[in-house]
């Protein structure tokens, strides 16, 4: 496995203060993993703003603030299940 983004007592910090007196490891681990593929998908859509922009080599806040905006218009599904499920509409049923 590799290193953790953020520490587990950090995200079991974030937790505490929305809140819960008490937090399993469970969700903790799987706060952690979607703050984890949240961050790496807004960090990429930056990096590509900003190769938009001429500037491969250097990510504004402008770059992150229209990354943020585009992920939370569309925000992806972070479970680590969906991206290996296919999902079928009402026609196909």
């Known amino acids: 496995m590799g290193e ?11 937790i505490r203060e929305a809140g819960a007196e008490r937090v399993t490891e469970d969700a903790v681990r799987d706060l952690e993993h ?7 998908l807004m960090a990429n859509r930056a990096a590509r703003y900003a190769a938009h922009a001429g500037r491969s080599k250097l990510i504004k806040k402008q770059d992150v603030l229209f990354a943020k905006k585009v992920v939370y218009r569309n925000p992806p599904s972070l479970s680590p ?8 509409s009402s026609r196909e049923r």
């Open 4 to 14: 953790r983004a953020f520490s587990l007592y950090d995200v079991e910090q974030f």
């Open 34 to 40: 979607r703050l984890e593929k949240l961050t790496e």
């Open 81 to 88: 299940k969906a991206s290996s499920t296919k999902t079928t």
